[in-house]
Structures are given as C-alpha cells and as structure tokens.
C-alpha cells in the first residue's frame, strides 16, 4: 500500500519525506530479491549486473497431475490415517501469477464452517456490566474479574485467547499476573491489541474468522478440519476463492494478478493441484468420505 | 510453495499407496478398526508403528468409510493390541456403531485437544484382538487378512511395471547422489588445500 502511494506521489515532491514513506516498505520485498542481488555482487563483480526479474517463474499447470476434490481428500484422509482428526487441517495453497513487488492480497475472512470452533476466549470485564453480557453473547467462555484471577493464580489456565477491558486493564495490572500469562502470550496489553473497548466485536472477529495474506505469490490458509464432508469442504473452499477473486478485483485497477494454481494438502499429506471439479469420472461416492476418520 | 517437481514427483510415487501390501477391500462386517501401542518403539512395538504408517493408509485408501483409530500410551510393557470391530455379532454393535454416526453428523467436529474422549465412549467389545506385540508389521497383516477374509487387490501389470520404474529411478538417484557428493567433496578439498597452501605463504612473508 505504502509502496504504491509511493509511486504515486508527485515527483517534486520526492525528498526525504517520500524516501522516509518507501522505507517501511524494504523489509517487505521479501527475501529473495535481496539475496540474488547479494550473489550477483559477490560471484562476478565486475561483469555487467543481471537483469533481475520481478515475476515468478511459472511452470505450467497443464503439464500436472490435477485431482478433483474427492479424489484429492480420499488421498489426504489415507495420509492421516489414526491421526488424532482435531490436530490435523485441510489447507489450501493458492498461487497467483502476480509482481514480486507489486501490492499483496491480505484480508481476514468467515468461513461457512469455521475450522477452529471452539478457542476458549476469556474475557476481562466486570462480571455484571454491559460488557460482560456482550461477551458472553459473542461466545466467550471465561468472563470476570476476581474469580479468574484466583484461578490463573493457582494455576487453571483454561483458555486460548484473552482479552481485556479498558476499564478493568488497572486491575488485571495490579493482580500481577504478567508472571503466568505473559509466558503463554496470553497476558492482555494494548499493544497486541487486546485491551478494548467493544468486547463482544473483537470476541466475535477472534472467534470465527481466520486471517490470510499472500506470502511469495503464495496465499495458505487452513480451510477445513479433517472431519469435514466433502460438500463442507466444497464450501468453505467455494467461499475462500470467492474471497480471494475480490480480493483481486479491488486491486485491477493498479495491478493485475490471476489465480495460477490450487492446491489443497493436509497436516501430513503431500499437496494435490485441484482441477476444481467435485468429482472426478471414477471417483468414489462423496458419501463413503463423510464418515469419522 | 514446494517445487512443483518436487510435487510431481511424490504424486508419482503415490502409487504405493494404491498398489502393495495392505491394498485389500475388508469385508463389510467389518465396521471399525482400532490400534493400541506405545509411542516408542521400544518394547516390541516397532511392528504396530510400521503397520500404521505403511498398511494402514493402503487399508483406509481402499476402505473409505472405514473408521481406523489409534490410541498411543507410554508405557513400554503396556500392550499392543489390534482391534477388529465386526457388526456381524449380534448384540450391542449396530447401535454402538450407529450412534457415532449419528452425532457425527449432527455436530461439527470439534477442535478440542482430545475430542474422542467427548465423543460417546466406545463400550462395544471388539470381536477379535490380535496382541501385535513384537510382531513384524507383515505378520500382523497376515493375520488380520486371515481374521478378516479381506480380498488382496492384485496389482495390474501396468502398475507393477509402473512401480518397477520408480525403484529404478531411486536406485538411479542413489547412485547419482553418491556421485555428486564425491564431487562436491573433492572440490571442497582443494579448495582447504588452497585455502592452507595460501594461509602458510601468507604466514610465510
């Protein structure tokens, strides 16, 4: 974003102001670029530099083998054979053909069929405010403030994610439970971002949704728990492409970025391209895969 | 993203997965399958661990809705157990079996770290229990074909031939694995060597 208002930006007024606006933006250009520059200088110093390109090298998808959905989890479900089905996910890997340096997709979104249901989100508020009622709402688990300090205290730790209140961050400070928390990373502060004001839309956003970007050309999210029938997983996976399709769409007008290749793969499962069929000519019944693992 | 040939290569290889020992359809008596043993090899459990990892993908590939589970303790003397669960036996069975089923699909699966024990708890008997303990993994299959009367899928000519291709590509890579690192080596080597020779002259003025 800062990069390409960068660009944008009148060319007067390229000083120390504009300089100071693109800096942020070096850490970012991924590793990469970095390191064939730092090649090219220390293998042939004298000779003229390379061209450095600034897309990623394509292959083509024709030349692969591609699965259908069912195809593709009736493999993954024989990869995770006894597996425990809470510890391993379906995930998917979409590839885009896109700049090195060009903006990135990055959005958080609800899937039809969240993946991780149930984090147990504890709440820090007075337990007979208004707050505490909107938290619970939103499906926290833990919500006061005395009571869950005497437990962290004597060591019950039953919780994922923790947020506090503003009005009760005082208080959460002086009970000293930095010592037990903070290690875990569960200790409230507002530079996390967990000290806030409207506890029942933060409880809500962290319970369901579930955050994406694009790394390498290369978004991944975990879309699916591998309990999942095939028709969930055909809509989640539906939902997550739709997402990522206007995702694309806001940004056409700077840059243009397609859809490349789909994988799904899972915790222990090699990755298999899919061709976005549900169903192959002689896949198996969708019905036998719905079954537990 | 992994390296596409990379990718290509370990999807050319799932042939093992379809192909080999394990590939057999179960009969449909048989409605679940569920293993037992330590998560250390020590103690005689070394077959079970090879069982689950090389024959029971083969088994769930060509057994879909069969459910498979695997508990692990840590108790090196504990047992090493293979349970077979058949509905053929009258009794408490089909409704054990069908009742999962049912809350299964009535519930999305949780995410808890330990939801079988959420899950109703399996009270049903097994219907045979094979101690597996310091067996081989071949010999447990042997004997869960017998209890079982599972059919072996034959592989087909194509795929043996198929199958054949790859053992000769990774002796090929063996070899050539073999060769690269020797090179790699004697390079290294002269390059110390001059490294030294240089240091000492160095040294030496």
């Known amino acids: 974003m800062a990069h390409t208002r960068s660009v944008i930006a009148p060319l007067s007024r390229i000083t120390t102001a504009s300089i100071a606006a693109a800096r942020p933006e070096l850490p970012k250009l991924t590793s990469i670029p970095y390191q064939t520059i730092r090649c090219a200088a220390t293998k042939s110093a004298p000779k003229k530099k390379k061209k450095t390109r600034n897309t990623f090298i394509q292959y083509d998808v024709k030349r692969a083998e591609q699965f259908s959905l069912v195809d593709a989890m009736q493999y993954i479900r024989a990869f995770e054979v006894g597996r425990n089905p809470s510890s391993s996910k379906y995930e998917m890997h979409v590839r885009f053909r896109t700049l090195k340096n060009g903006p990135v997709v990055r959005n958080r979104l ?30 926290a688990t833990l919500v006061g403030e005395d009571e869950i300090f005497n437990q962290v205290k004597e060591g019950i730790v039953d919780f994922d994610r923790c947020i506090c209140h503003t009005d009760s961050l005082q208080k959460l400070n002086k009970a000293g439970l930095g010592r037990i928390l903070g290690p875990k990373g569960l200790m409230p502060s507002t530079k996390t971002g967990t000290v806030v004001n409207q506890v029942g839309t933060s409880v809500r956003n962290m319970v369901g949704g579930s955050e994406y970007r694009e790394r390498m050309g290369v978004v991944r999210m975990a879309v699916g728990q591998l309990g999942f029938t095939p028709e969930e997983m055909q809509r989640n996976i539906k939902a997550f492409m739709d997402a990522l399709k206007k995702d694309i769409a806001q940004m056409s007008d700077r840059i243009t970025k397609e859809v490349h290749e ?3 793969s899972s915790t222990n499962s090699p990755g298999f391209t899919l061709t976005g069929e549900y169903r192959g000519a002689n896949s198996i019944a969708p019905k036998e895969l719905s079954g537990p693992l | 993203m992994v390296n596409i040939v990379k990718r290509m290569r370990k999807l050319r290889e799932l042939l093992w997965i379809r192909v080999g020992p394990g590939a057999l359809i179960l009969p449909k008596e048989v409605t679940k399958i569920s293993m037992e043993f330590n998560t250390k090899i020590i103690g005689g459990h070394r077959g079970a661990r090879k069982f689950w990892r090389e024959m029971l993908p083969r088994i769930k590939y060509r057994n879909p809705a069969l459910p498979i589970q695997i508990s ?11 349970h077979i669960y058949m509905s053929a036996n009258p009794g408490s069975q089909p409704a054990a079996t069908s009742s999962p089923a049912t809350t299964e699909t009535s519930t ?16 049903s008997t097994p219907t045979h229990s094979i101690d597996i303990k310091m067996k081989g993994e071949s010999e447990i299959l042997d004997q869960l074909i017998e209890k079982t009367g599972a059919v072996v899928i034959q592989p087909t000519p194509q795929e043996l031939g198929e199958l054949e291709e790859i053992k000769e590509f990774k002796e090929r890579a063996e070899k050539d694995r073999v060769d690269v690192r020797e090179k790699l080596m004697k390079e290294r080597r002269e390059e110390e060597l001059l490294r030294l020779a240089r240091g000492e002259a160095a040294a030496a003025t």
């Open chain 2, 108 to 123: 999305p699966p949780s995410g808890t770290p330990n939801p079988r024990n959420t899950l109703t708890p399996d009270t």
């Open chain 1, 110 to 139: 609800r899937l039809p069929h969240p993946v991780k249901t149930d984090i147990r989100i504890c709440v820090i508020c007075p337990p007979d405010s208004k707050a505490a009622a909107e938290a619970r709402a939103a499906g």
């Open chain 2, 72 to 82: 692990r303790h840590s108790d090196p003397s504990g047992p090493s157990l293979l």
């Open chain 1, 262 to 264: 789909v994988v799904l």
